[in-house]
Structure formats: C-alpha cells, structure tokens
C-alpha cells in the first residue's frame, strides 16, 4: 500500500484546461494551501496534451504539478485516454465504437471541460475502443509518456485510473470488439455446439457468425454480452494501471465510481466491487443536486463504497461544493434539495461521509467552470476564485480533518452493520433484461427500499456482496429474482451452517442461464425455505395492491407475489386473499424467512408506518440487537470503532434542532467523554443530545 503523505487527503478538482484562468493559478493554489487543502486532482487528458501524434504540450500540466510542489499540495494524475484526440479519431477511423445501431459515437466537447475528444454518454469508454490493437498501443504511448514524466515529481501523488467506473450500455459494437466477443466465447464454451445448446442457436456455422445482441432481452446471450462487457472494459482498467506500474511502482493507484452499483451494476458496468478489487484507494461520486438531498442517500453512498472497498481506504472524490444551474436534474425540484449548495450543506454532506467511513474528500471543482452548460456549478469558490462562506466551511473541515487531535478519530472505522443486504449481481442483470420493455424499476426500488427499511429504523444495513457472505450471519435479500446454481447453493450452505436469513419472493425463480425452475423455490431452496410454490403472479405495475397481514398489521407489498405451500416450515402470514405470504423455517442450523412479494418496493413508494414497522420485525427475527436506540427517528446514529476507544457520530440532516435520547443496544444510555465536533449547544450526557440544524456531534465515548 502505498504511504499517504497526511492524514485525510482534502481537496479538490482543480484544472481542467479550459479552466480555471492562468492568470489565476498561482493565487489559487495559494489560497488552497492556507485554507487546508492539501490534495488536487487534474484532468490529464488525451485529447489535450497529444496534439500531434507524438508531439506532447506538457506546459501547462507541468505549471501545475510544480505549484503543487511549492504549496504543499499533492496531486492525482486523473488519466483521461477516454478523450480522444481529433488526429486519432479520423486516423482509427475504423476503431470508432459503435451503438447497437451501427451510428458511430462522435467526438464531441466535453461537458465537464470545455475540450474536445470526448464521446456522448460514454461513461469511461470514449469515442475509439481499446480492443483495435492500434488504439491501444497508442494510448498506451501516451499513458507511459505521462508517468515518464512526472515519476518521482514532489507534487505527485498518484493517478486516479479511471474517472466514473462505468460505461453506456448501448456500446460498443465496433469489428473489434466483436472480434473479441467471439475469442471471449470461444474461451467460454469451447466449441460451437456447446454454444449452440447454451444459446438455443442452432446454425452457427463459423465463430464469425455470432454478432452481439442487438436486444436487450432476457435470453443467456445477452447475459453473456453483459459478462463480456465488463470484463472487456475492467480489463482495459486494467491495462492502464499495469502501464502506469511499469513506470512507476511507488505511486498510488485510485479510481472512483458513481456508487452506482445499486443499480447500474449490469446497465451501465457500476461495478464497485471490482472496481475497488484493482486500486488502493476507491472512491465514490455522488452529487446531491443529481441525485437528491435526503440523508438515507448520502448514508446509501458512503455505506455501497465502504462495502465495495472490502476494508480498503475510500474518498468522497467528488462532493458537490456549489450551486447547479439548468441542468435536467434539478429542473422542477425544490430550491432546498442541493440546488443551492448552503455552508451548512457542505458541513452535514461532508461530515455524512466521513460517518459512514470515507477518509478522504474532493470536491468535484475548486472553482465553477466559466463556459459549457456546466458553467457556475459545484465550485465552493468564486467565479473569480474569491473565498465564499462555502468555502469558508470546507476550509475549517479540511483543517480539522488534518489537526493532530483528530488522528484516533480518523482511524477508527464504523462497526459492522447489524444485518447485510445481499447483492446478487445475476440478479440485477437478469432484472436489466427482464424489465427494459415495460421500463420497471423494481430492482432499483427494492434494494433502496430495503436500505431505507433498516435506516428508518435506525439499522445500519450494509451491501453485502454474495461473494462475502460468510463475514455476517443475518442477511435480507431483497430482491433475488435470479441465482446461479452455484450461488443458491452457498447461500444454501451459508444458512445450514448457522446464517439467518429473509428473502423477499421468487429466490432464485431464473437460474442457470435464466431458466425457470420447474420446482421453486429453485435449486434447492425450496428445503432451504420449507415450502414450495403455491401460485406466482408478475405483475409489477400493479403491485402496490398486495397486501398481507403480519402481526394483525396490514402492509403494502409491491413487485411480484408468490404464495405457498408449506412443507417442513411454519406459517406466519397470509395475504389479503387468504393465500399464504411468509414462512419461517429451519435449516440445518440456520433460520429463513420467506416473504412472498417486495415490501421493500411498497416502502420505498409509501414510506408507510406499517411498512417500517415491517423492516422491524425482519430485524426482530434475526434475534440480533441494534447498536444503538434512539428516541429521534430524524437523527442518524453511527458508531466507530478504533484503538482509543468507541466514537458515536449523530447526524442531523434537517434543517430543524433536534433532541433525544441514545442508548446502546442493551437499554444503556451513552455518554461522551470527550468532543471531536460539537456545535452551538450540541451535547450528549446521560443518553440524553442535542444538535443544530445540519449539523453534527462527534464524541469518543466514556
């Protein structure tokens, strides 16, 4: 791992060529350098430096990278082969990547840098694959140049690998890369009749013949296509870090997605876990005025990349600093949901973030952008690159982030979740294809709901990849539609040996390929549950209309339903028709719970009191206790761990004071021996609290 030269990187996006002004770098570095900041990350982009093919204009990064030096900044080389040169793009013109349609992606302007080179909803991908060989050496030129350069420069610190972990699904099928697809294939199954029975196509004649999917269907061609596209583009991540490497070993390799695994996973290649699996540092963007100012939103983001990082350090590498202007997102929503970006905005939003794990931080600009439709937005600076009661705010964050007091606060981590959510990436894909026609979003809706569920309740749920199941013992699956027969069986085996277990309806209904089981619950669960399918109903558009009553209380379902019959297990629930909605059983040495629609989908619409009395109930099940109580449903609770001791965080998000009481799980009131962050009247002693508005209490425990 390499060493990180101070204690919380703290900074900002800083050049993006078009911006901001030369004239006004070296005053902006040095305003940066005495307001704490300590980090910056630059667009080092293909399409700028490379004018000519082998003729490189360093200068203006060079200027840079020696201000950083100067002023005690360290930088993140943010690598952008994605941005095309004008020069590249006509000469591999038979390397353009191509829509589903055939169109070719142009080379475009860039949203967020006024620089050309750039493709259209391209995500990370850009204008010309990197599976043609000559793109690839020529990218690969311009990556070994780059850290030619600047290895063992002062001011480095190391390259952000790729900006926003994902990819446009509706590319790419460009020759070569359908070339690959087949050698991909080819690897997979062998021989064209094992193909053949694996696709339900029968008259492959040559490996030529096979074309990519130009539906998006569920059939186990287009659940292949998806397989190839990741590895395809996590491989080219790949490529990248192992020619910066063979440069410069000691440099720090990072990246960052969108936490956009939950629920771009399979659409758009948000794989997060991956991602993480190949840098030392991830990190996560994640916008307000985009995505929406509601606490559980922030939590989501911070509590997916702590899980995607699997213990590893990871940043906020992109907060929102400022206002957004005229951009679709915010149209039609409310001033106060991160429209406007207040200094109590960045307080609470930055503060979330290092709460729910994150040990570093960005902002996404320095400073707006002066011209492109991105003009004005994000910047905790001026226009002009004044000081702002915004950046005033990120200011005292940063230095007391890096104030030697802090460091045992710092180190310590959150405490794992009391239950996991159970991410099955065949799941999400299987939904992707099942649900693009009639444009459902009932795994997103699900999965959040769910989230919300536990959060509301004031649970720390964490995303809990199927991979690392064996590290918690009470899981919630909200929405598992399809499991391979490998997964059906360690989950099988991950309940028998002691696990706890709810699952929403339809566990595992598609497996192998998507292939229906003809007894369900499929691939064995069905013991694993204690029942067997009575009737199925998919009708998602009017699932809000199912209701089952547990424990005399009437709640909304949402999704699917499917009923029972019970063999070995016990009934808990019916529906309001009178069929059977929940069993509960045992399994070798472990206990399911199987709920036979998605209440998760009826809460994440309704937000219900009988829906969030549900989500108890799951928690109840699991005989487990909460790692603190609170009277206060509006305030967010979460507690740390380290060296020195056990840290409690309490979050308020609104824009109200607000009071209670916190307990820990026994019914013990906590008590704070020492404050890390306490504003105006903020206290807690005795289990009793008080805090502003947006604003945060951190105290060490007595």
Same mark, same amino acid.
């Given at each position: 791992m390499t060493k990180i030269p101070m204690q919380t990187p703290f900074g900002a996006v800083y050049f993006r060529k078009s911006n901001p002004p030369r004239e006004d770098w070296e005053r902006d570095y040095g305003v940066a350098a005495e307001d704490g900041l300590n980090v910056f990350r630059h667009w080092f982009m293909w399409s700028a430096i490379e004018r000519r093919p082998g003729f490189y204009d360093w200068e203006e990064y060079d200027r840079q990278m020696d201000l950083a030096a100067e002023n005690g900044i360290k930088t993140i080389i943010a690598e952008l082969t994605h941005t095309v040169p004008d020069w590249a793009y006509r000469k591999f013109a038979h390397a353009r990547q191509m829509r589903a349609?055939?169109?070719?992606?142009?080379?475009?302007?860039?949203?967020?840098?006024?620089?050309?080179? %750039? /493709?259209?909803?391209?995500?990370?991908?850009?204008?010309?694959?990197?599976?043609?060989?000559?793109?690839?050496?020529?990218?690969?030129? %311009?990556?070994?140049?780059?850290?030619?350069?600047?290895?063992?420069?002062?001011?480095?610190?190391?390259y952000d690998v790729w900006n926003e972990c994902n990819y446009a699904p509706s590319v790419d099928y460009n020759p070569h890369t359908k070339a690959a697809f087949r050698v991909w294939l080819q690897e997979k199954y062998g021989d064209l009749d094992t193909l053949a029975k694996a696709w339900y196509r029968y008259s492959y004649a040559?490996?030529?013949?096979?074309? !990519?999917p130009r539906q998006v269907a569920p059939y186990p061609e287009c659940l292949d296509w998806l397989d190839f596209k990741r590895e395809n583009y996590y491989g080219q991540m790949q %490529?990248?870090?192992?020619?910066?490497?063979?440069?410069?070993?000691?440099?720090?390799?990072?990246?960052?997605?969108? /936490?956009?695994?939950? !629920?771009?996973?399979?659409?758009?290649?948000?794989?997060?876990?991956?991602a993480a699996s190949k840098v030392e540092v991830y990190g996560y963007t994640f916008v307000h005025a985009r995505k929406g100012n509601q606490s559980w939103r922030s939590f989501y983001a911070a509590d997916l990349n702590r899980a995607a990082a699997r213990g590893k350090p990871f940043w906020h590498a992109e907060r929102q600093g400022g206002p957004l202007w005229m951009q679709p997102q915010v149209v039609g929503r409310d001033k106060e949901d991160g429209r406007v970006a207040e200094p109590e905005d960045i307080r609470v939003w930055s503060l979330t973030s290092f709460a729910g794990g994150a040990r570093g931080m960005l902002n996404l600009r320095y400073r707006p952008l002066l011209d492109g439709p991105l003009f004005g937005a994000f910047g905790s600076y001026g226009m002009?690159?004044?000081?702002?009661?915004?950046?005033?705010? /990120?200011?005292?964050?940063?230095?007391?982030?890096?104030? !030697?007091?802090?460091? !045992?606060?710092?180190?310590?981590?959150p405490v794992k979740g009391e239950i996991g959510i159970l991410?099955?990436?065949?799941?999400?894909?299987?939904?992707?294809?099942?649900?693009?026609?009639?444009?459902?979003?009932?795994y997103r809706e699900a999965m959040w709901g769910a989230y919300r569920g536990f959060f509301d309740n004031g649970i720390q749920a964490d995303w809990v990849h199927i991979e690392d199941i064996d590290a918690y013992?009470?899981?919630?699956?909200?929405?598992?539609?399809m499991l391979t027969s490998e997964n059906a069986k360690k989950l099988a085996d991950w309940v028998e040996a002691g696990g706890t277990l709810v699952s929403e309806a339809c566990p595992g209904y598609f497996g192998d390929r998507g292939k229906v089981g003809t007894v369900q619950p499929n691939n064995g669960l069905d013991a694993v549950f204690g029942v067997r399918e009575d009737e199925v109903e998919f009708m998602p558009d009017i699932g809000d209309r199912i209701r089952f009553t547990l424990d005399g209380v009437s709640t909304t379902g949402g999704g699917f339903l499917q009923s029972y019959i019970v063999t070995e297990g016990s009934e808990l629930a019916r529906f309001a028709d009178g069929r059977i909605a929940i069993v509960e059983n045992t399994f070798g040495e472990g206990r399911t719970l199987l709920v036979g629609t998605h209440p998760s989908v009826g809460y994440y619409r309704d937000q219900s009191e009988a829906g969030k009395r549900y989500f108890a109930r799951c928690f109840a099940f699991t005989g487990k206790t909460a790692h603190t109580v609170t009277s206060n449903p509006a305030v967010q609770v979460r507690l740390h761990e380290g060296e020195d001791g056990r840290y409690l965080w309490l979050v308020n998000a609104t824009r109200q004071p607000q009071t209670g009481t916190v307990t820990d799980g026994e019914g013990k009131p906590l008590t704070g021996a020492e404050n890390h962050w306490a504003?105006?009247?903020?206290?807690?002693?005795?289990?009793?609290f008080a805090l502003p508005p947006r604003d945060v209490l951190i105290v060490r425990l007595a």
């Open positions: 349609d055939g169109s070719e992606l142009p080379a475009i302007m860039g949203v967020s840098a006024a620089t050309g080179g %750039f /493709a259209p909803n391209g995500g990370g991908a850009g204008s010309l694959t990197m599976n043609c060989p000559e793109v690839k050496e020529a990218a690969g030129a %311009f990556l070994t140049a780059l850290a030619t350069r600047y290895e063992g420069h002062p001011g480095l610190l190391g040559e490996w030529d013949d096979i074309e !990519p %490529f990248r870090i192992d020619t910066i490497r063979a440069v410069d070993s000691d440099c720090l390799i990072a990246a960052h997605g969108v /936490a956009g695994a939950i !629920p771009d996973m399979a659409a758009r290649g948000s794989d997060d876990w991956l002009d690159g004044s000081r702002t009661p915004r950046s005033d705010m /990120a200011s005292t964050i940063a230095k007391w982030t890096n104030a !030697p007091e802090q460091k !045992p606060l710092l180190a310590a981590k991410v099955a990436p065949e799941a999400q894909a299987w939904d992707y294809l099942l649900s693009r026609e009639g444009n459902y979003e009932t013992d009470a899981l919630y699956f909200p929405y598992p539609i504003g105006d009247g903020a206290f807690l002693k005795d289990g009793r």
